[in-house]
Structure formats: C-alpha cells, structure tokens
C-alpha cells in the first residue's frame, strides 16, 4: 500500500481533520469497507482553497471508492453537494468523475481561489452551478451549466459587468491545470435573449495577483470577433 497511489495523494494532502465512523477490513493488495464522515476539512495542494464542513460516505471496494451524499463548503460560505467515483484507486493512473451542484457566491468563491481578488469581484447574489467534471491529475475537464437571475449584480472592474434586468446561461467546457492553476476555455457559451457569445481562450495563474487572461470572443452580430489581453 506504501507504493499505491493512496500514499501518493495522502502526501498530497496539506490538511485532513474530521470527525468519522469506520468500518473497513485492510489486507495487503486492498482496502474495502465504508466510512460515514461529518465536520471535515481537507486541503489539497493542488487546490488553491479549502473544503470545509464535509460530511457524507465514503464505499470503497478493491478496485473504486465512492463517496455518497457528499457534501460541504468551497471555501466557506459556497455550499455544494456531489456524488464522486473514484476509479481504479490503487493505480498510479486512478482517475474520477463527480455530479456537482452548488450554489456559488463569486466574490466568495473567488477569494477562496485566490485571496489577491478579495473586494475586486462585486457581486450580490448566487449563482446556481452545476458541474460535471473527470479527471486524472493535476488535469481537469468540466462541464459547467449556470445560471445569472436578471437582478444578479456581477462585476469583475475592468474585466466584465452583466447588466440588471437580463437572464444569462452559461454553458462551458473548461481544461484545469490544477498544477500550474492555469484555466483553458475550450468552448464557454453566454446566451441571453437575442444574444449569444461564445468565449475561448485561457487564464493563466490564477493565484496570482495579476492572472494572465487572453480570451476570445465570437458573437452573433456580424464580425463580432473580439479578444481581451
């Protein structure tokens, strides 16, 4: 187990606390059994923010572990809820796949990415987020379904300001390099009444205090072609 891929996360981990009920049989090839979890906080060091108030279980059998009913904080005020597989845990190449939904507060979750970005992110509601992802790392593909209410006030100076009084979905499909914190925007779509942009490009380094962003943007109005450096 010393040389199984658990070993190489655990040392992954920068921080693991809780509070958990375990039954599990260990043997030298496996680990099998479940654990009920609550009150737990984990930080990786590939993720550049904390999962706090973790509770749900954890089945694991020889070859995948499941974690059902799985529930937390981002940070500490974004509250999610997801079901993850783990697949293949004991080889170097295990990957997973996770359903996860959220209600994301962005000048919260954007302070818990990276603390440089705190009051610079205005904003005055939530944004309900679903995001199926997979992943063997330190890559990361997700596909992300969310929804801007019309009364959302959201502004990033500089960057980006969503009008009152529209609705916005947005649908993407994002690479994350959870080594170098960069962000890839394969295909990322805002569609709003009588609008449409699709958005590809990149953000780099996002835990720095001045992130590199090289996007492009393609409309519906005629040579609607635009980039932001």
Do not use: H
Not at 37 to 44: A, D, K, P, T
Not at 199 to 225: A, H, Q, R, W, Y
Request: net charge negative; proline share 5%; glycine share 6%.
């Amino acid at each position: 187990m010393k040389t199984s891929s658990i070993s190489v996360q655990a040392d992954a981990l920068k921080k693991l606390s809780g509070i958990a009920s375990l039954d599990i049989l260990v043997n030298p090839t496996a680990i099998t059994g479940n654990v009920d979890f609550m009150e737990g906080i984990v930080r990786y060091e590939t993720i550049p923010f904390d999962l706090t108030m973790l509770e749900g279980m954890i089945l694991i059998d020889e070859k995948n572990i499941n974690l059902v009913g799985f529930m937390g904080d981002v940070g500490e005020k974004n509250k999610f809820t997801c079901n993850l597989v783990v697949y293949n845990y004991l080889d170097p190449d295990f990957y997973f796949f996770c359903f996860f939904f959220s209600d994301l507060d962005p000048s919260e979750l954007a302070v818990s990415v990276n603390p440089e970005l705190k009051n610079l992110i205005i904003s005055n509601g939530i944004i309900p987020t679903q995001i199926n992802f997979d992943a063997a790392l330190p890559l990361i593909n997700l596909n992300v379904v969310s929804i801007l209410d019309e009364m959302l006030q959201l502004e990033f100076p500089g960057y980006l300001k969503k009008p009152i009084g529209k609705n916005y979905t947005i649908i993407g499909d994002v690479d994350f390099d959870s080594s170098n914190l960069n962000l890839i925007l394969n295909k990322l779509n805002i569609k709003a009444d009588k609008l449409s942009v699709t958005t590809m490009g990149s953000i780099k380094n996002l835990n720095s205090k001045e992130p590199e962003v090289m996007l492009f943007f393609n409309s519906d109005v005629p040579c609607g072609l635009f980039m932001i450096i």
